[in-house]
């Protein structure tokens, strides 16, 4: 039932079933277990959608999706959901309690669990610093939290189903530094492969693989030292 989290793009190309154009062009990369892969370009580069391919939210037009050597399309749904641990841009907490809020999606999870994943995403510190724990409201009558712990308890959210594979889309982007360099760290403890939408070079600096997505091409891909030494346009973010 567990996967090990390699990830294969073969010559994968997408468009979005009501648009003209495609929006992903030939990607290809493949990614080791438990690897931590960052993904950077500009605002409509194509970031959202390229992740959106792994837990198969949408289908590619052509190329192959594989999970440890699998095509992702002879794979079962379930299977694949429970396998890969998504965190979307947008937000979405509700009213009830931070516990509830965590074990949002897998109802069944329990008190220990939803611990062990709070501690993994780095806010369980923060959870118990409050007089009623993990019982805390969130919402109108409940407490305020900031933006980098909302994004980590949405990230705790996605851990509580321990997915070999987990994907970040900006939800480090309110993080300090610090803070997500040991959530990356943590990450790779437990082997989990992580993909990491980015505009920090912070966050891409310790990453096994960047890819570099131009208007839905990969400009470039490869480690830190490497885009240093051959990309024009990561030089740029790096220096910028
Ligand atoms: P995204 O994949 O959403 O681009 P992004 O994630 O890199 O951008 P951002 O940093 O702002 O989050 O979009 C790529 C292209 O696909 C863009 O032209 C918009 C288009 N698109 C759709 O047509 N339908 C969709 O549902 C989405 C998500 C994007
Ligand atoms: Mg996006």
Known sequence: DTINGAVTFDHVSFQYPDT???????????????????????TGAGKTSLVG????????NTGVVKIDGKDITTLNTEYLRDA??????????FTGTIQDNIAWGKEDATLDEIIEAAKLAQIHDTIISFPMGYDTMLGQK?????????????????LVRKPGILLLDDSTSALDIRTEATLLQALRDVACTTFLITQKISSTLHADLIL??????????????????????????YES
Do not use: W
């Open 20 to 42: 003209q154009a495609a929006v992903l062009h030939d990607i290809s990369f493949e990614t080791k277990p438990g690897a931590t892969v960052a993904i950077m370009g500009a």
């Open 53 to 60: 391919l792994i837990p198969r939210l949408y289908e590619q």
């Open 84 to 93: 890969i641990g998504y965190v979307p841009q947008e937000i979405i907490l």
């Open 142 to 158: 409940g407490v305020n939290l900031s933006g980098g712990q909302k994004q980590r308890l949405t990230i705790a959210r996605a």
């Open 212 to 237: 570099l997505l131009e208007d839905g091409s990969l400009l470039a891909q490869g480690s830190h030292e490497e885009l240093l030494e051959n990309c024009v346009l990561y030089q740029r973010i």
